[in-house]
C-alpha cells in the first residue's frame, strides 16, 4: 500500500468524517473506496477482451456485403 496526502477545503474534510463514521469506516477506507469507483480496478487482458468482444458488432459492408475499399476508408 502506498500513502497519500491530500488537502481539501475544511467543509469537504468535516463532510468525509461524518461520511465514514456513518459507515463505520476510515476516512482512509472511504477515500480509497471512492477513487476505486471512479477509475476501476486494472483488469486482465482476457477480461478486456471478453468485454470488447461481448460489444456490438460494427457491419461495414454495404448493401451486396462488400467491405469498403482502402480508398474509401481513407476517403482518397
Do not use: C, W
Not at 463514521?21 to 477513487?35: C, F, I, P, T, W
Amino acid at each position: 500500500m502506498n500513502n497519500l496526502s491530500l488537502t481539501l477545503p475544511d467543509e469537504t474534510y468535516q463532510n468525509l468524517r461524518m461520511a465514514a463514521a456513518q459507515q463505520g469506516k476510515s476516512m482512509s477506507r472511504l477515500v480509497g473506496e471512492l477513487v476505486e469507483r471512479r477509475i476501476g480496478r486494472p483488469i486482465s487482458k482476457a477480461e478486456a477482451m471478453r468485454r470488447f468482444l461481448a460489444g456490438p458488432s460494427l457491419d461495414l459492408t454495404d448493401e451486396n456485403g462488400n467491405a469498403p475499399t482502402r480508398d474509401q476508408i481513407h476517403d482518397r
